[in-house]
């Protein structure tokens, strides 16, 4: 029997906090094998093997969520947000030349509002992390002229689709030559020698 029930990419610690709890209820009634309950709660048999190996070891208190330790994060989330709201006002009020925003920019405003140092290479994630999302700058060729792009469809292309590739033409899948004698073959008057 197959769960479609749809399933959260992410869960936050409580709520896996509270899946294990959920496992631990059913195998301590024990009318479930471990890989039905997997099955039931979405997760892994080995998961389950193991968080019954922590039930029998700790008891409910093993299986609970752990302080997560670590280093604090360098703004909070009051910052983030006005971090945001200095964003929307755009990188000419934040004083930059260009309207263009760029994680070195970002960087150098968060170092001036917050006293906080992100290098720009390491900013993108948590940028992500807090619902911004990141521009990619177009990479083009300097050299680029979109006038020949344009004209070189109608003109070079009609031509060299025109044009024979050599006596023979490629089949589909560009493997075999097709030739008068047939796919495969070989020409009249060779040998297969």
């Not at 290479?121 to 700058?137: C, I, M, N, T, W």
Request: contains cysteine; positive net charge; proline residues 6%.
């Amino acid at each position: 029997m197959e769960d479609n029930s749809w399933r959260p990419a992410h869960l936050t610690p409580e709520q896996m906090e509270e899946r294990r709890l959920a496992a631990a209820r059913l195998l301590r009634q024990g009318r479930l094998s471990q890989a039905d309950i997997a099955r039931r709660l979405g997760v892994s048999r080995a998961s389950v093997c193991r968080w019954a190996a922590t039930l029998a070891q700790q008891g409910r208190r093993g299986l609970a969520t752990r302080v997560r330790t670590g280093r604090e994060p360098r703004l909070d989330e009051k910052a983030w947000a006005h971090l945001g709201r200095l964003l929307d006002r755009g990188a000419i009020a934040a004083g930059f030349a260009t309207a263009r925003w760029t994680l070195r920019r970002i960087a150098a405003l968060i170092e001036r509002e917050f006293g906080v140092h992100y290098h720009p290479r390491y900013l993108e994630q948590p940028l992500k992390d807090h619902g911004f999302s990141v521009p990619r700058p177009a990479t083009r060729a300097k050299e680029r002229d979109e006038l020949v792009i344009a004209v070189w469809p109608k003109r070079d292309w009609v031509v060299l689709k025109r044009r024979p590739s050599g006596k023979a033409a490629r089949s589909f899948f560009g493997t075999r030559r097709v030739t008068a004698s047939g796919p495969g073959q070989a020409p009249p008057g060779r040998g297969v020698g």
